[in-house]
């Protein structure tokens, strides 16, 4: 199986002294749906970033496809965890789904046709499509969630790394979205970060846990004792993998 | 108003105000979007080394002003991206060094400063043809530029990060549209001064960003407002004989304040949506 994301014995400090990330392995392949978990304040928006070189490891080897993450990153679609403070911004769904194309050009060209039927496509794909003239403040946070994804696979990436994506979409709509990550996950590798346990869904086929240390099996297996370790209180184990169990059985 | 034109001082301070809209119409709208309003305020009070560094050489201070604000606008730009200072310490810290190193210049200089005033406040009846020359020029810089770079401009402001996660040099992007900030403090010296030159960065593009949503319409609009604010404020300072640069701030506050009252009542909003 193709390599697509590898690190190895990562350390990140901020200011030095505070620790983010210790010593993390992380090998992610082709077609993995990968579910990371962990508290808040637990580095998983750093692990994000460590991929996309935006933050630089005092310690260790990042490699995304073979290269340094500088590099590689516009093979990557991005989903940041992202607020709109500014209602107002003069922007459309449409320029913002196109902001995703402007690494594939020279400075001061215009967007292409075939950028243009790339940003349909990805539209399209997240059924925003009706909604490419809207101005982007005027939607509701599912939706600009959805526009923020549609952005992300305008590039037409090899991997997806999505940050708390559920944080503004309801339980009802979470089905749905993700279908549609199952649906990308025959062309796109998925790595997608969440504080919430509930929010990571029978879709994903391996999960991991993150407190600044990463417990990763390559498997979709955590037990209690890492969970406990993780989030630092005791965990009452919920399994809610029907057809596929998340948790390991447990309730003897 | 007609009649006042028959003078050359009044056809060079309107050309002046016309060419200064241009300026602080595009440029304000990405200071009021990227939200770099203190940063400019930082830009313009720096500059006044400038000021003081072409008294010194015996050279007209606008141009000192050029090189000084924009070598303010590249130290507030790198040290708040290099180091871990925050960004508003940085921007106290060279305000008050450019101000600092003016008032030494001037000091320095031989015999008396004379138009110091029009400098600080704006003394848009006394632009010499030379400086409407500067102006023109430093126009077309910022057209181009933003003509250039528009869409790069609209990503940097919206989303800075993701742009650079998509190969936009966002750094380099981020330093150019502070020199252009720079550049637009340069053209409006003449008009506002540089104590005031925030107003009209700041008033015509925020009423515009109410007015539409697209970015394009916006930078018309602002330069249309700043035109308005500007000339009307010129013509009122004449009439009444009232300090230039001062009443046309006030005029743009005024706008912004009627402009808010009609919001309230949403008359506007209906005519332009």
New interface residues.
């Given amino acids: 199986m193709e390599e697509l994301i590898k690190l190895k014995d990562v350390w990140v400090y901020y200011d030095k002294s505070i620790c983010a990330l210790e010593g993390v392995n992380l090998s992610i392949y082709k077609q993995d749906f990968l579910g990371i978990i962990g508290p808040n304040g637990g580095g998983k928006t750093t692990l994000l970033k460590v991929i996309l070189g935006l933050v630089k490891p005092a310690q260790g080897k990042v490699e995304v496809l073979g290269d340094v993450p500088e590099k590689s990153r516009k093979f990557i679609g991005y989903v940041p965890q992202f607020v709109l403070f500014d209602r107002d911004f003069p922007a459309s769904v449409w320029d913002v789904v196109l902001m995703g194309r402007l690494g594939q050009r020279g400075w001061g060209k215009r967007y292409s046709n075939e950028d243009k039927k790339a940003a349909v496509e990805a539209l399209k794909k997240v059924g925003m499509f009706e909604f490419k003239d809207r101005q982007i403040g005027k939607l509701s946070g599912g939706e600009q969630q959805r526009v923020l994804v549609a952005r992300a696979l305008v590039s037409q990436p090899k991997i997806l790394l999505l940050d708390e994506p559920m944080a503004n979409i309801d339980t009802s709509m979470r089905a749905e979205f993700y279908e549609l990550l199952e649906e990308l996950r025959s062309k796109i590798a998925i790595v997608l970060v969440s504080h919430d346990l509930s929010a990571i869904s029978i879709y994903v086929n391996k999960i991991a846990c993150l407190n600044r240390k990463l417990f990763y099996h390559d498997s979709k297996e955590i037990t209690a004792k890492e969970l406990e370790e993780i989030y630092q209180c005791p965990i009452e184990l919920i399994a809610h993998g029907v057809p596929h169990r998340v948790l390991k059985e447990h309730g003897k | 108003m007609i009649e006042i034109l028959q003078y050359e001082f009044m056809r060079n301070a309107l050309v002046a105000a016309l060419l200064a809209s241009v300026a602080c119409g595009i440029i304000g ?1 990405y200071v009021v ?1 990227k939200r770099i309003v203190f940063i400019s305020g930082g830009i313009a009070h720096a500059s006044f080394g400038g000021i003081g560094l072409g008294y010194l050489l015996g050279v007209d201070p606008v141009l000192g002003v050029v090189p000084f604000s924009i070598a303010s606008a590249l130290g507030i730009g790198i040290i708040s991206k290099k180091t ?1 200072l925050p960004e508003d310490t940085t921007i106290g810290m060279l305000w008050v060094m450019g101000m600092a190193l003016g008032v030494i210049f001037i000091g320095l200089s031989p015999g008396y400063a004379p138009d110091l005033f029009g400098y600080l406040f704006g003394s848009i009846l006394t632009v010499p043809f030379s400086d409407i020359i500067l102006m023109s020029i430093l126009d077309v810089i910022i057209i181009s530029v933003v003509f ?2 528009y ?2 401009f ?2 940097l ?3 800075e ?8 040099p966002t750094k380099y992007l981020y330093f150019i549209l502070l020199c252009l900030v720079a550049l637009t403090i340069v053209v409006l010296i003449r008009i506002v001064g540089i104590i005031l030159v925030m107003a009209l960065l700041t008033v015509p593009a925020s009423i515009s ?2 007015l ?4 394009k319409k ?1 930078m018309v609009f602002s330069i249309f407002l700043s035109s308005v604010f500007s000339v009307s404020g010129l013509w009122i300072s004449y009439e009444i004989n009232l300090a230039s640069g001062a009443t046309i701030v006030l005029v743009s506050i005024g706008g912004f304040l009627i402009f808010s009252l009609f919001k309230k009542s949403s008359l506007i909003f209906k005519l332009f949506i």
Avoid: C
């Avoid at chain 2, 990060?161 to 936009?168: I, P, S, W």
């Avoid at chain 2, 539409?212 to 970015?215: E, I, P």
């Fill in positions: 709208v979007i871990n250039l770079l869409k790069e609209l990503a402001s919206f989303d990060e993701f742009a650079t996660v998509v190969g936009v960003k109410q539409t949503h697209n970015l916006m």
